[in-house]
């Protein structure tokens, strides 16, 4: 493989993914000259809402929609001679937990449907590689409880959310269920854990992937870590409101409110 260096960062979701997307939208003007790069605010239309329809639905036509879109963004980069990065968990599907997701089981088709994209419309043999970052099965499965008790109205406690997310996640199982989709094609792993002294943070695996000299990446500034969700005190409250009978436009005050409150620690 001897062609452009491209850099697909598919998630997963709740581990960094906005805080490495952040870390490369801030350092921007000093990677562009070496990588052009496709984040949320770019690819958050109808390439990543099309992924999370396919992951509900698991239709054709879905599928469909995904690959044409992601055909389309695409063939309107200008790209020169630089690499690429692409960053965009939602390019798995819908977080677990959210409109009745159970896990990642549409991520394979959806990676795979990228690398069929990218071998047409941008290089036939590209130098291409995945990357997923992972964490604590654990923490993982809290974080997005919590973070669903915030968004939605979610009315499982941790306990019976467990049951039925658990699966999910084993983050490390998807990821090497999506290594065989999208073989031979590089997957690289990465522990969220394993990067919380680096100053690039979940940046960092992204960064190297893509070649940027070290000259380059000494420059680049760090911001704090983005999108870390709500205050796990908050979590027994937000269930409350969730099963009551309050109406969504003043549930959605009365989070707000619980959100914006300093903490008792202040």
């Known amino acids: 493989m001897t062609g452009r260096r491209i850099v697909i960062h598919g998630g997963f979701h709740k581990t960094g993914t906005t805080s490495a997307q952040r870390f490369i939208h801030d350092n921007g003007a000093l990677i562009w000259p070496h990588a052009a790069t496709v984040l949320p605010g770019r690819s958050r239309g ?10 509900l639905t698991s239709a054709g036509p879905d599928m469909n929609r995904f690959r044409r879109s992601l055909a389309d963004l695409l063939g309107g980069l200008n790209l020169g001679k630089r690499a690429l990065l692409i960053s965009d ?4 599907g819908r977080m677990p937990g959210r409109e009745g997701q159970l896990g990642y089981d549409s991520a394979p088709d959806l990676m795979a449907a990228m690398v069929r994209v990218i071998r047409r419309f941008i290089d036939k043999d590209p130098d291409l590689h995945f990357v997923f970052t992972i964490r604590d099965p654990d923490d993982w499965l809290r974080s997005t409880w919590r973070h669903n008790l915030m968004q939605t109205r979610l009315t499982l ?3 019976d959310y467990a049951v039925v997310h658990g699966h999910a996640a084993d983050l490390d199982r998807t990821a090497g269920v999506i290594r065989a989709a999208v073989a031979p094609y590089p997957v690289h792993v990465v522990p969220l854990e394993a990067l919380a002294e680096n100053p690039e943070g979940p940046a960092a695996p992204l960064l190297q992937l893509l070649g940027l000299p070290n000259d380059v990446r000494l420059k680049m500034t760090s911001a704090p870590g983005a999108n870390p969700g709500p205050d796990p005190a908050l979590a027994p409250r937000l269930l409350d409101l969730n099963r009551s009978g309050l109406p969504e436009e003043e549930l959605g005050v009365q989070k707000a409110a619980l959100r914006d409150s300093p903490s008792p620690e202040t």
């Open 46 to 55: 109808p390439v990543a809402r099309h992924a999370v329809r396919y992951s």
């Open 89 to 92: 968990e939602n390019f798995c």
């Open 157 to 159: 406690d941790y306990e």
